[in-house]
């Protein structure tokens, strides 16, 4: 027994050092680069002016109950789509401020839309000024199942399927998704159909490999 769970520890840890080395060497060399990267401020949220309660964090101590409501409504609503967060409830950052959002936010947007939130697969995922919406908050939470379902896969998954399947079953406006992401959604919802979510990641491995690329920065 002591020998398997020593087994799975490691494994974390490689999949930690993995994704960590990818996050550090690519945020640093990119436009917005800063020393320490936005995953990594996700693990000392206090250290950039934060309060948390539990893996909630905002800038504004005023809407921390706000926040808390709207992450547990992310859990219920995830749930009701017939899925669980695997191993963890990931850490979530909901910024009032454009200091916060600045901190926190690794790129500069999508085509023909502002960015409304952001995922650090198993860092965390944060939502943008005025994007505390549900259906933002559940598109983060479905991003978070899949890495969690698929620690290694989700990095290199088409766009089409893990940008296609949080803007299908989060039901979100598709006049905002970003137009650089519209055939995705598209292309996810003529392979979908009626699927539910949790058929949907059980039938995952009949993905297309066309245009896979590795991209740790997941932006709604």
């Not at 002016?49 to 409504?73: H, M, Q």
């Not at 690794?106 to 943008?128: C, K, L, P, Q, W």
């Not at 290199?156 to 995705?184: C, N, R």
Request: glycine share 6%; net charge neutral.
């Amino acid at each position: 027994m002591f020998r398997i769970i020593k087994r799975i520890l490691g494994y974390f840890f490689l999949i930690f050092l993995f994704a960590g080395s990818f996050f550090y060497f690519d945020y640093v060399n990119s436009p917005n680069g800063q020393l320490v990267p936005p995953p990594v401020k996700m693990l000392f949220p206090s250290q950039y002016g934060l309060v948390c309660e539990g893996n909630v964090c905002v800038d504004n101590p005023n809407r921390i109950k706000e926040a808390v409501e709207a992450y547990k409504t992310g859990i219920d609503d995830l749930a009701r789509l017939g899925v669980s967060l695997k191993y963890y409830n990931p850490r979530f950052v909901f910024c009032e401020g454009s200091a916060c959002f600045n901190e926190f936010n690794a790129v500069s947007g999508r085509e023909n839309a502002r960015t409304r939130g952001g995922n650090y697969s198993f860092f965390g995922a944060f939502a943008a000024p005025d994007s505390w919406k549900r259906e933002v908050v559940l598109h983060e939470l479905i991003h978070q199942a899949q890495y969690q379902r698929f620690p290694v896969k989700a990095f290199f998954m088409p766009d089409w399927v893990i940008e296609g399947m949080a803007y299908h079953h989060s039901k979100s406006d598709p006049i905002k998704t970003p137009k650089d992401l519209q055939p995705a959604r598209e292309k996810y919802n003529a392979w979908a159909g009626e699927m539910s979510l949790s058929e949907a990641l059980d039938g995952i491995d009949v993905w297309s490999k066309d245009n896979v690329k590795y991209d740790w920065r997941r932006v709604f």
